[in-house]
T-cell receptor, first 110, second 115 residues
Framework: QKEVEQDPGPLSVPEGAIVSLNCTYSNSAFQYFMWYRQYSRKGPELLMY????GNKEDGRFTAQVDKSSKYISLFIRDSQPSDSATYLCAMSVGNTPLVFGKGTRLSVIA | DGGITQSPKYLFRKEGQNVTLSCEQN?????MYWYRQDPGQGLRLIYY???????QKGDIAEGYSVSREKKESFPLTVTSAQKNPTAFYLC??????????????FGSGTRLTVV
């Protein structure tokens, strides 16, 4: 079983839809959780950071961590064509390099 | 503007050749990382360096080598021993290894193709 599982998609939604992106993980020691957005042929950029369980909101984006289920989510409200990208989850125990999911490719259709 | 510069953007290598990918940062970050990205595989860690003159192997270090002689620079050499080097290579940095829990800053990547 891989440490971090993420459905690669592709996921295609109409403009204005609510998007839900998810990752599951097996290592209960993970405490620090991140979401990155990567446009085609570019490097990933940090979108959201969350420590331990709970929710964090930033504009149209909400990151959610459920440590009891080993499950993290990223919600995008009022999705826009400019949100079309690959979204990568990443996590860390705190003293090791980040472990990344495979990424989910999202297309928002105008 | 502070950031990470990777060069070249595109690189073509003949079979049996060694090539070096450049990564330079002006963020004053101590820690630097190299990842490889293949379609459907996500990001896989090749090498990382917590501080100058120190580096550790990641999950897929075979066929690669690195050096960290300066804080700003962390070049990656893809040797002829790497059997399948065609991929997108990403360099990243964090203020320190401990603060990597707050995430990395990535460069724009180098796409390496074997011809």
């Amino acid at each position: 079983q891989k440490e971090v599982e993420q459905d690669p998609g592709p996921l295609s939604v109409p403009e204005g839809a609510i998007v839900s992106l998810n990752c599951t993980y097996s290592n209960s020691a993970f405490q620090y959780f991140m979401w990155y957005r990567q446009y085609s042929r570019k490097g990933p950029e940090l979108l959201m950071y969350t420590y331990s369980s709970g929710n964090k909101e930033d504009g149209r984006f909400t990151a959610q961590v459920d440590k009891s289920s080993k499950y993290i989510s990223l919600f995008i409200r009022d999705s826009q064509p400019s949100d079309s990208a690959t979204y990568l989850c990443a996590m860390s125990v705190g003293n090791t390099p980040l472990v990344f999911g495979k990424g989910t490719r999202l297309s928002v259709i105008a | 503007d502070g950031g990470i510069t990777q060069s070249p953007k595109y690189l073509f290598r003949k079979e049996g050749q060694n090539v070096t990918l450049s990564c330079e940062q002006n963020l004053n970050h101590d820690a630097m990382y190299w990842y490889r990205q293949d379609p459907g595989q996500g990001l896989r860690l090749i090498y990382y360096s917590q501080i100058v003159n120190d580096f550790q192997k990641g999950d897929i270090a075979e066929g690669y080598s690195v050096s960290r002689e300066k804080k700003e620079s962390f070049p990656l050499t893809v040797t002829s021993a790497q059997k399948n080097p065609t991929a997108f290579y990403l360099c990243a940095s964090s203020m320190s290894f401990i603060t990597s829990i707050y995430g990395y800053t990535f460069g724009s990547g180098t796409r390496l193709t074997v011809v």
